[in-house]
């Protein structure tokens, strides 16, 4: 599997402006790319491949000097980047999806990505009969020296400084420099053998709302933060000065950094909420299995009177995470079928006739009288879902036998 490392990279002025000058001309390439994709189809109804705009990239690096000056790989990045964009394209075509999403013109590209290359290297031994050995080494982007900063080797640049306070593992494939509000970040992206998966043993459930970010099937609950309601007042202040300010002047430019960052720190904010709750899940309770409902989250969010608070919560990011997690540590994530969840019965199986509304906190059965949290009730009900799926039995509703079996806790 891949795992990225995130550090950040201090380039100095004079570099900063090559950076931002490679980040100008990858735009224009990947747009012009885009634009010839759009026109050869317009006019004549004809598909330009990938190849085939690498071929025309050669040509152009052999005619002008502006596209020689920047590194070939970021430039075969971009031109990647296109055909992925419109492969996605292509696919939604085909599924028949409402939103098929024509890829967009970019006003901006924040990145620039390279592959690193295998080389073949002599050894020689130190007895003097040996013969020479050649072997495959993959290049190092990272040079180590005694002080506070290493080197990042950028392809026609040189070495960047690069804070690296956690050490890298597996097998380095590919790096990323962005720029960000708060300054440049390289992400390496390595190779790491997969982890064998855990027998499965302890198994938690969590069901999410947006009035607790979360209830664990124990009956833990976890405080929604809402990052973005306790932002939006400083946001409020900062984009009102942005929009006194006369767009592109030098104090616009400040206060849209101003304005940049803080929206940036809302985002770092959210993921460390998640980060740390996915790892409490998993091992502070020493669970190995995680079952959650599988949301279609961009779906709910069209729902008008919960969109900001669901899209504030970031349940697309906490199910990846879940995920992700689970594959890098070798535990178990399991979505279930979300129907109907919150209106059954944990104890009895059975569906409460009357549709609960969201007001509603407590859950009061009419058939058996259990009364219970609405949260801690729907996700039990998740627990016993992925128990029947385990299990390999198809999920009934009121089939009570089924549930009374899997309710050994
Ligand atoms: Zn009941």
């Not at 970010?213 to 409020?236: D, F, I």
């Not at 909420?273 to 996915?278: A, M, N, R």
């Not at 390999?392 to 309710?407: A, I």
Request: some cysteine; aromatic content about 8%; proline content about 3%.
């Amino acid at each position: 599997m891949r795992l990225t490392f995130k550090y950040p990279v201090y380039p100095t002025q004079e570099e900063k402006r090559i950076l931002e000058k490679w980040l100008v001309h990858l735009c224009d390439l990947q747009n012009s790319a885009r634009h010839d994709r759009l026109v050869a189809y317009e006019t004549e109804g004809t598909f330009v491949s990938l190849s085939d705009q690498q071929t025309l990239l050669r040509v152009a690096r052999e005619t002008y000097n502006d596209f020689r000056e920047v590194p070939q790989d970021f430039q075969n990045h971009a031109l990647r980047r296109n055909d992925k964009a419109f492969t996605a394209f292509r696919k939604r075509c085909k599924e028949n999806a409402v939103k098929k999403g024509y890829p967009r013109y970019k006003k901006r590209v924040r990145s620039l990505t390279w592959s690193l290359r295998k080389y073949t290297k002599v050894v020689r031994k130190k007895t003097k009969d040996a013969e020479k050995q050649t072997i495959r080494v993959r290049e190092n982007p990272i040079i180590e020296t005694q002080f506070r900063h290493n080197r990042l080797r950028v392809p026609k640049l040189g070495q960047v400084k690069i804070r690296m306070h956690r050490p890298l593992q597996g097998d380095p494939k590919e790096v990323t420099i962005i720029k960000k509000a708060s300054g440049w970040y390289a992400h390496i992206s390595c190779e790491i053998p997969d982890t064998p998966k855990v027998e499965p043993t302890d198994a938690i459930a969590v069901d999410v709302g947006t009035t607790h970010y979360l209830t664990t099937s124990e009956g833990e609950k976890e405080s929604n933060p809402r990052w973005y309601r306790k932002a939006e007042g400083l946001l409020r202040k900062h984009s009102k000065d942005l929009s006194r300010k006369k767009k592109g002047s030098q104090r616009w430019q400040k206060q849209h950094h101003k304005l940049a960052l803080h929206h940036e720190r809302t985002t770092n904010r959210r993921k460390d909420f998640i980060g740390k709750l996915v790892y409490k899940l998993y091992h502070h309770q020493k669970n190995n299995v995680l079952v959650a409902e599988g949301l279609g989250v961009s779906n709910i969010i069209q729902n008008k009177h919960l969109s900001k608070s669901i899209a504030d919560a970031s349940w697309g990011i906490f199910f990846k995470w879940c995920a992700d997690i689970a594959e890098r540590d070798g535990l178990h994530f399991h979505q279930v079928d979300p129907k109907n969840t919150s209106q059954t019965c944990s104890a009895c199986g059975e569906k409460s006739q009357k549709k609960l509304s969201l007001a509603i906190r407590t859950f009061d059965c009419q058939f058996c009288g259990h009364a219970m949290d609405r949260d801690h009730n729907a996700a039990i009900n998740i627990l016993l879902r992925a128990a029947c799926a385990h299990r390999g039995e198809r999920w009934v509703t009121n089939l009570t036998e089924t549930r009374n079996l899997s309710v050994d806790r």
